[in-house]
């Protein structure tokens, strides 16, 4: 167990709805970073917050947006689904904003239908 | 624009005998790499880094080298066992401007056999 908590497990909906992935980092952790991984391809990364503050951004669409709340939990919308955007959604989080490693959940896999 | 790959999708490895796993980066800013394990289902589980600053570094089974002339990073793994099959990503990481940059390759899936 990583410590990192995400919900839900699995999702199913439909195209041009929204959804809402949630993470819980490890305790202390103020880094939380979030990647995408499709078809049993690589994890592309999506966005990086750090203290509540976004920090860098990878290949995330427009159509996808996040944050992270005061008690450091970050959330991922996704909106206007497509079937391309199902995936397995990772969140990562790190203990301090530096070159260190980051510790995973265990995923929510996303199925657009 | 892949900055890190992994160019062997699969490896077959005999148990006990030794697993080499291979990565290759193209930016230089990346000056801390890490080598992850993934098992089906489950998140990635970090297993061993090194900085830029070294070439090589031990932790138990796991070795990982680090040529930075050639861009390039191995994982070795001896001896093998059945518990290490799974998928192995390599990443790359720079920290700038107060933001990590974490960049992973598309993985590696090792397959020990008995």
């Known amino acids: 167990d990583s410590g990192v908590t995400q919900t839900p497990k699995h999702l199913i909906t439909a195209t041009g709805q929204r959804v809402t992935l949630r993470c819980s980092p490890r305790s202390g952790d103020l880094s939380v970073y979030w990647y995408q991984q499709s078809l049993d391809q690589g994890l592309q990364f999506l966005i990086h917050?750090?203290?509540?503050?976004?920090?860098a951004k990878g290949n995330i669409l427009e159509r996808f947006s996040a944050q992270q709340f005061p008690d450091l939990h970050s959330e991922l919308n996704l909106s206007s689904l497509e079937l391309g955007d199902s995936a397995l959604y990772f969140c990562?989080?790190?203990?301090?904003?530096?070159?260190?490693?980051?510790?995973f959940g265990q995923g929510t896999r996303l199925t657009v239908v | 624009d892949q900055q890190v790959k992994q160019n062997s999708p699969s490896l077959s490895v005999q148990e006990g005998r030794i697993s080499i796993l291979n990565c290759d980066y193209t930016n230089s800013m990346f000056d801390y790499f890490l080598w992850y394990k993934k098992y089906p289902a489950e998140g990635p589980t970090f297993l061993i880094s090194?900085?830029?600053?070294?070439d090589k570094n031990e932790d138990g089974r796991f070795t990982v080298f680090l040529n930075k002339s050639a861009k390039h990073l191995s994982l070795h793994i001896v001896p093998s066992q059945p518990g290490d099959s799974a998928v192995y990503f390599c990443a790359a990481s720079a920290y700038r401007q107060g933001a990590q940059k974490l960049v992973f390759g598309q993985g590696t899936r090792l397959t020990i056999n008995p």
């Open positions: 917050y750090y203290n509540g503050e976004e920090r």
């Open positions: 990562a989080s790190s203990v301090v904003n530096t070159n260190t490693e980051a510790f």
């Open positions: 090194i900085s830029s600053i070294k």
